[in-house]
Every structure is written in structure tokens, then in C-alpha cells.
């Protein structure tokens, strides 16, 4: 693993799920001073400087994390209190989700709900779900999300980047299995 994948993970984690670790205090909307985030990742023979932070930021291909001028925060993902508010968007036609295989018949019965995140997380193309639920065990399951028509019933899309679009929930009746 590489430094850059390795200091990723742990900003990751200090301001998606566990900012007391380092001592930060995220605001309503996610966002922690970046001179605190540096202070609190920066380790006796692991220098972290504000430069690598900032590298991480824009050239990480997730796209996790948003600058603005002395602040930080995890863009997407958050399992902490307060709610970061990402601009609603238009969906493409159709996204998916990967789930494991125990969990996928509850799903399609019940719907998807963030179970413990603040947003149910959707990927823009079946191969990045697969990856995605491949995390949890298993072989995947793949679940299509009839993403029109649940906009026309009333469900909110948020664009997390790229990759990942957000929903608050996902009703089962907009869900099929793709195998």
C-alpha cells in the first residue's frame, strides 16, 4: 500500500468516522480546520504536511474530500453526526448497487437504507458496484436502480463525485437484481 493510499485511508477515517481519534471537531457540515487535520495526522517518522493533504484532495481518484480555503471535509460516506448537504442533481437513467449475497434478498424485499452512513451510496456503472460489494464477502450481488423513476416518485439524488451518487433511501420497488 502506498503512502498516499495510506494517508487517504486515515484522513478517511478522521473525517468520515472518527474525528475525536485525532483530536478534531467536525461543524454541523463536516468541515474540521486543515491545520488540524495536518497537526493530528503528522507522526514522528510519518511527516504529514498541509502540501500532502492538499495533494490528496486533488488528485485523488474518488474524489473523498473538499477544500475550501482553511477547511476539509469528507465529501461523502460520513457515519458521524451532522449531515454534509451535497447539491441535488439529475441521476443518469439508471445507477447500481453492490451488495453480498446474504444481504441482497432483504434489500430487493426492503429497499436500500443507509444503515448507518447519512446516504445510501449508488455507483455510475455496474463494474464499480461489483468492487464495491465485493468488500462485504463473497460473490456480489449487483442491483439496478430504476434511478427515473424514482426521481419522478419523489427520491433526492445527490452527486458524490464521478463514481458515487447518493440517495437518502432507495424504495425496493425501484430495484432489480442484474444477473
Known sequence: MTDRVRLSKRMSQALRHDPARLGLELDAEGWAPVDS???????????????????????GSKQR?????????????HSVEG???LPVADPPPVLFH??????AALVVEE???PMGRQFVHL???????????????????????DTAAAAVAGVVFRHGNEDTWLADEVPARF?????
Open 37 to 59: 487535520l495536518v497537526r493530528g495526522l503528522d507522526a514522528p517518522g510519518n511527516p504529514v504536511t498541509r502540501a500532502d493533504v492538499e495533494d490528496i484532495v486533488r488528485h
Open 65 to 77: 474530500y473538499e477544500l475550501d480555503g482553511d477547511r476539509i471535509r469528507a465529501r461523502y460516506g
Open 83 to 85: 449531515r454534509v448537504e
Open 98 to 103: 453492490g451488495t453480498a449475497p446474504t444481504t
Open 111 to 113: 429497499g436500500l437504507r
Open 123 to 145: 455507483s455510475a456503472d455496474a463494474e464499480t458496484a461489483r468492487r464495491v460489494g465485493a468488500r462485504h464477502g463473497g460473490r456480489p450481488v449487483v442491483l439496478v436502480v
Open 175 to 179: 430495484l432489480r437484481r442484474a444477473d
